[in-house]
């Protein structure tokens, strides 16, 4: 049984940062791409960022290219992204999830695992 484990959300200012993390259990986590997705009230779940299996490569969504970054720690079973300059259009439940193919781990129908998500909200 795979379990992905998101933790960080919360309430924080615009202009301010917060750290997600994604804690994984049950595969060889280094096997997986890693993914961060989000979803607003009433829209789709979005790609946010992604990083491949020893953490050389990366992909963002363009909306937050220069603000977060994604990083994992193969050592720990853990992902992380940081989050700064938040803005209040980044309110959203941020999802984790794990893909076994990195080429496709900006695809959510792609993906293998999914954690159950962490509410980020942003005040303007």
């Known amino acids: 049984q795979v379990q992905l484990v998101e933790s960080g959300g919360g309430l924080v200012q615009a202009g301010g940062s917060l750290r997600l993390s994604c804690v994984v259990s049950?595969?060889?986590?280094?096997?997986?791409?890693m993914s961060w997705f989000r979803q607003a009230p009433g829209k789709e779940r979005d790609f946010v960022a992604g990083?491949?299996?020893?953490?050389?490569?990366?992909d963002y969504a363009d909306s937050v290219k220069g603000r977060f970054t994604i990083s994992r720690d193969n050592a720990k079973n853990t992902v992380y992204l940081q989050m700064n300059s938040l803005k209040p259009e980044d309110t959203a439940v941020y999802y984790c999830?794990?893909?076994?193919?990195?080429?496709?781990?900006?695809?959510?129908?792609?993906?293998?695992?999914w954690g159950k998500g962490t509410l980020v909200t942003v005040s303007s």
């Open positions: 990083i491949g299996y020893s953490g050389g490569s990366t």
């Open positions: 049950g595969r060889t986590f280094r096997n997986y791409a």
């Open positions: 999830a794990a893909d076994s193919n990195f080429r496709t781990m900006t695809l959510a129908y792609r993906m293998d695992y």
